[in-house]
Nanobody, 128 residues
Framework: QVQLVESGGGLVQAGASLRLSCVAP????????MGWFRQAPGKERVFVAA????????SYVNSVKGRFTISRDNAARTVYLQMNSLKPEDTAVYYC?????????????????????WGQGTLVTVSS
């Protein structure tokens, strides 16, 4: 059974940094685009960032561009989300996601409907 396991969430003050990690030990990792989505309280789950299988292409939601960086280590089957200059509006449960679609793999573009596997989520709380 494929599992994606996130870690790294927590409670921080505005302006701080966090790094989320997601390991997928049973996934043929390099065959998947990997990404992060988030769900704030009372809101829908939305896309945050994605990365192609090779790591050469990335995409971000506009609200995190310049502050968040997605990266991956295929040998370690791990994807990371470095989050800098955190804001209270970044507060959410962050979910790791894997997408097998060829265009996602190549271009690092993901959408909710295309996700094949989800992690259990890790909570990020940013206080003002």
């Amino acid at each position: 059974q494929v599992q994606l396991v996130e870690s790294g969430g927590g409670l921080v003050q505005a302006g701080a940094s966090l790094r989320l990690s997601c390991v997928a030990p049973k996934l043929t990792f390099s065959n998947y685009a990997m990404g992060w989505f988030r769900q704030a309280p009372g809101k829908e789950r939305v896309f945050v960032a994605a990365i192609s299988w090779s790591g050469s292409s990335t995409s971000y939601v506009n609200s995190v561009k310049g502050r968040f960086t997605i990266s991956r280590d295929n040998a370690a089957r791990t994807v990371y989300l470095q989050m800098n200059s955190l804001k209270p509006e970044d507060t959410a449960v962050y979910y790791c996601a894997a997408d097998f679609r060829p265009d996602a793999q190549a271009m690092g573009i993901m959408a909710l409907a295309g996700v094949d596997y989800w992690g259990q989520g890790t909570l990020v709380t940013v206080s003002s």
